[in-house]
T-cell receptor
Framework: GQNIDQPTEMTATEGAIVQINCTYQ??????LFWYQQHAGEAPTFLSY????GLEEKGRFSSFLSRSKGYSYLLLKELQMKDSASYLC???????????FGAGTRLFVKA | DTGVSQDPRHKITKRGQNVTFRCDPI?????LYWYRQTLGQGPEFLTY????????KSRLLSDRFSAERPKGSFSTLEIQRTEQGDSAMYLC????????????FGPGTRLTVT
């Protein structure tokens, strides 16, 4: 089976740091994506982790622990425009099928 | 604009009718994906192509759904005998191939079945 869990909603303050967690149980794993999706728009790519550890890209960082089936997305210096849904997705073994979680809706308040 | 286009952007149809959607990926991308997304959920995998070959299809894709990518460029997704439960946003994405896994999504086709 396959299961990807993320919190449904989070609220944070402009300028702060927020961590969005994702846990997964999938039959096969070959990498984990984070995508951002603003309301009414298509998802846009943020990060892809294959190996354990932290990858930093500007204000956004993504962490993966394959042994724990766990990832997080860290957003620093939050801006109002960061209000969006953040989707965790797993690429399964042996191909390119990608399974998405339901997403975490982040609200950034002033 | 990611460079992936979808047509139409909106489709309203009556239950029982057939509908067809088109996706034009970024020209040099050899992988193409179809997803379905409903409100408050993440995209749900339907199928993907490597060039013109359909390599995997979700079990959720019943006999009423079919997808093609005849020349390895654009793709079509057809839904036959539409049902109200088919109402959703249908998203297409493409990726370059090789060791590049980042998917670029199109704006989607919103289907409403009445």
């Amino acid at each position: 089976g396959q299961n990807i869990d993320q919190p449904t909603e989070m609220t944070a303050t402009e300028g702060a740091i927020v961590q969005i967690n994702c846990t997964y149980q999938t039959s096969g794993f070959n990498g984990l994506f984070w995508y951002q999706q603003h309301a009414g728009e298509a998802p846009t790519f943020l990060s892809y982790n294959v190996l354990d550890g932290l990858e930093e890209k500007g204000r956004f960082s993504s962490f993966l622990s394959r042994s724990k089936g766990y990832s997080y997305l860290l957003l620093k210096e939050l801006q109002m425009k960061d209000s969006a849904s953040y989707l965790c997705a797993v690429r399964k073994d042996g191909g390119f099928k990608t399974i998405f979680g339901a997403g975490t809706r982040l609200f950034v308040k002033a | 604009d990611t460079g992936v286009s979808q047509d139409p952007r909106h489709k309203i149809t009556k239950r029982g009718q057939n509908v067809t959607f088109r996706c034009d990926p970024i020209s040099e991308h050899n992988r193409l994906y179809w997803y379905r997304q409903t409100l408050g959920q993440g995209p749900e995998f339907l199928t993907y192509f490597q060039n013109e070959a359909q390599l995997e299809k979700s079990r959720l894709l019943s006999d009423r759904f079919s997808a093609e990518r005849p020349k390895g460029s654009f793709s079509t997704l057809e839904i036959q005998r539409t049902e109200q439960g088919d109402s959703a946003m249908y998203l297409c994405a493409s990726s370059l191939g090789g060791m590049s896994y980042e998917q670029y999504f199109g704006p989607g086709t919103r289907l409403t079945v009445t």
